[in-house]
């Protein structure tokens, strides 16, 4: 079980979600939709250079060209990126192309059982899927869950790793967990205060969910 927070955007944030044992820190760059969690590319390049040995630095994009993508990349230098939108196949090999140590991520967006059709054709491109909800203005942090059976379809078609997104907080976690048997978790605001910072006691409570899932699931 893997465990992503996203939308860090300061050092003490960061310092929060290393301290609670995190697998991966997200830094949202080059955002099309509404967002409070944009970071400039100097802010992110300097949390991912504070990052320690073995934790996954994913730079999250709402852009849809890889020259942009890659411009970005370079100059944040993330071990994984995180696509959203609509991107071409074309778009995504010239990813790999660019940035052939750069490990890929594709959201999909789980609005009905389209999302399974989705999944099945963006499988082989990407190293990953991440399923989220999404919002007539957002397509992530969005705090809203969305229908987990038909992620739990996705999962057990997928020979690649799910991460589950979308409304997660530690009271609903572990139905969650229970419901998708997902390879990964990832959340946003699920795990703020009121000020959009992230709260240390919710983080601490996440992680010590994950972790007692993958505990009772080595038996």
Sequence with gaps: MRVKICGVRCFADLQVVLSAGVDGVGFILGARHRTEDEVSPQRAAELVAALPPFVSSVMVTHLQEAAPIVALALRVRPTTLQLHNAIPAGEIQDLRTALPGTKLIQAIHVVNENA?????????????????????????????????????RIVEACGKPVILAGG???????????????????VNSGVENAAGEKDPDRVRAFLRLCRAHQLSALG
């Design 168 to 186: 997660l907080t530690p009271a609903n976690l572990a139905s969650a967990l229970a419901a998708v048997r997902p390879a990964g978790v990832d």
């Design 116 to 152: 399974i059709a989705e999944a099945a054709a963006l499988e082989p491109l990407v190293d990953a899927l991440l399923l989220d909800s999404r919002t007539a203005d957002r397509i992530g942090g969005t705090g809203q869950t969305h229908d987990w059976s038909i992620s739990r």
